[in-house]
């Protein structure tokens, strides 16, 4: 089983709401990660957590705030976004690979689609 | 320039064409390799990795040139379904502590 579920499929949000999109999955992997993908654009990296640790921030805006309160589930809390927020935000995870090497593969959920107005 | 290129074709071939992919990186430390396809507004799916050998996984082949710094994809004999928007992935090193960046992707489409 490779799955990795998200909710919810979609979203509108007002730009002074507070929201969180929610990503879990049951593979026993340890690293997950955000992306936003922008259309007929390549998933852009946001966040990733290795063994719950925050350990790649690509210099995102603090209105989007990431979590991970444990190995399976990985949130995304988001306050007083703009309208060019408006995306498809996907959650993907992957197995560290442990040794030099070993290819580690990353799966990605379906996706928040989110409009932000 | 980008880290990572790929030609946004769109390419239009007749089912049961072959036809082939490059991607280019421009980072030599860059270790890890894969192809993703994705389908109009859904998420990314992994194709393959791309191993140093090259592998081959039925209708697809994907290589690796190290020295050119370019990976490759082969489709033979293809399908209507396999239309769809190519993705290639590169990470600098192995782990989930090193960078990803995606190409553009490949427009793909298979007509009857």
């Known amino acids: 089983d490779t799955e990795v579920t998200q909710t919810p499929k979609h979203l509108v949000m007002g730009m002074t709401n507070k929201k969180s999109l929610k990503c879990e999955q049951h593979?026993?992997?340890?690293?997950m990660y955000w992306y936003k993908q922008k259309a007929k654009k390549p998933p852009e990296l946001m966040f990733v957590?290795?063994?719950?640790?925050?350990?790649i921030n690509e210099s995102v805006p603090s209105r989007f705030s990431p979590e991970c309160p444990n190995s399976s589930l990985l949130n995304l809390h988001l306050h007083a976004l703009q309208p060019e927020d408006s995306a498809l935000y996907l959650c993907?995870?992957?197995?560290?690979?442990?040794?030099?090497?070993?290819?580690?593969?990353?799966?990605f959920g379906p996706g928040t689609r989110l409009l932000v107005l | 320039r980008k880290e990572v290129e790929q030609d946004p074709g769109p390419f239009n071939v007749p089912e049961g064409a072959t036809v082939a992919f490059n991607c280019t990186y421009s980072?030599?430390?860059?270790?890890?390799f894969f192809w993703y396809r994705q389908d109009c507004r859904k998420e990314p799916k992994l194709l393959m990795s791309?191993?140093?050998s090259g592998n081959e996984d039925g209708r697809f082949t994907a290589q690796l040139n190290r020295a050119s710094q370019y990976i490759s994809l082969l489709i033979r004999d293809s399908k209507l379904s396999d239309s769809a928007t190519y993705l290639c992935?590169?990470?600098?090193?192995?782990?989930?502590?090193?960078?990803?960046?995606f190409g553009s992707g490949t427009r793909l489409s298979i007509r009857p």
């Open positions: 993907a995870s992957s197995q560290p690979g442990g040794l030099a090497g070993v290819i580690e593969t990353q799966y």
């Open positions: 593979m026993g992997h340890r690293a």
């Open positions: 957590y290795s063994y719950e640790k925050l350990s």
């Open positions: 980072n030599s430390a860059s270790q890890s």
């Open positions: 791309v191993y140093s």
């Open positions: 992935v590169v990470r600098r090193g192995y782990s989930s502590a090193s960078k990803i960046i």
